[in-house]
């Protein structure tokens, strides 16, 4: 069994991710430190300590193991519970996109995790929302958040992000990790994220950055899920005649994706879909 214990350049002061304290915390809770090492992920320097095991080289991607709850790791879905180095990170770079949602949040308000995968992130946000609402076409993800991930102010539900089961202006802010480029349009899923927020209501939205990584066709047979990298001007036409206060930053998934932040109007407006 392997343990991370991971903190970036971001984060200068050593918080360790993985566990939520300080990485000096954990030298008292796991075995000797095994290995030591510096990894460049998504254009960051993590600092990770390895404990217990067998010393790995700088970089070594480490087996998969099976305390994943029987979930496979696709590549797009995100499992805490793996313990390759690379899959870890990728967790850990997802839970700081859910860091920076998690600003928004007021204690009153209503939010929604939509394409929620295994519901970390939701359970993350509830601890500042009054309610969460996650969000997945998965019926064996949201199994396994159902199961894992269990508050009052939890609910878990399958759906599709193109048609979400919701009345008109009922949420506080709307979240959306790594989900925009998985639609081959994505007319209806804007249009559903405007429809279930209540004026004034706020969006938080990552996606790759098709600058920087052009389109290419989606080939689940080569585990690429995605349909369409956004570039920025493309996103900033897609929200803008929507949303106010958008702004499209580089800063998603530590500079590997654009961010969206953008505020739905307090008058409500009149969208009708193109």
């Not at 994706?257 to 407006?269: F, G, M, N």
Request: hydrophobic share 35%; aromatic share 12%.
């Amino acid at each position: 069994m392997f343990n991370y214990c991971c903190s970036c350049t971001l984060d200068p002061k050593g918080w360790c991710r993985t566990h939520n304290r300080w990485i000096k915390e954990c030298s008292g809770v796991f075995n000797t430190v095994c290995h030591y090492t510096n990894f460049n992920f998504n254009h960051v320097d993590w600092i990770i300590y390895l404990w217990g095991g067998e010393k790995v080289l700088s970089g070594t991607m480490l087996p998969s193991t099976q305390g994943n709850g029987g979930l496979e790791y696709t590549g797009e879905r995100v499992i805490p519970e793996e313990e390759n180095l690379f899959y870890h990170l990728s967790y850990l770079t997802h839970c700081m996109e859910y860091e920076s949602a998690g600003k928004l949040i007021e204690p009153y308000m209503t939010v929604v995790d939509c394409a929620c995968g295994v519901g970390y992130g939701s359970n993350y946000l509830g601890k500042l929302a009054k309610k969460v609402i996650g969000i997945d076409i998965s019926k064996d993800a949201i199994a396994y958040a159902r199961e894992k991930y269990q508050a009052d102010n939890l609910l878990f539900i399958i759906g599709d992000a193109r048609q979400i089961q919701m009345e008109n202006n009922t949420i506080d802010i709307f979240v959306a990790i790594e989900t925009l480029e998985h639609f081959k349009y994505a007319d209806k899923f804007v249009h559903e994220i405007y429809r279930v927020l209540k004026p004034g209501g706020s969006l938080f939205l990552s996606t790759p950055d098709g600058d920087a990584s052009p389109n290419k066709p989606a080939d689940e047979k080569t585990g690429d899920f995605h349909y369409c990298h956004y570039e920025k001007s493309e996103l900033e036409h897609m929200f803008a005649d929507k949303f106010v206060d958008l702004r499209v930053t580089r800063d998603g998934m530590n500079g590997d994706c654009y961010r969206i932040i953008a505020r739905k109007p307090d008058k409500e407006l009149t969208y009708a879909r193109k």
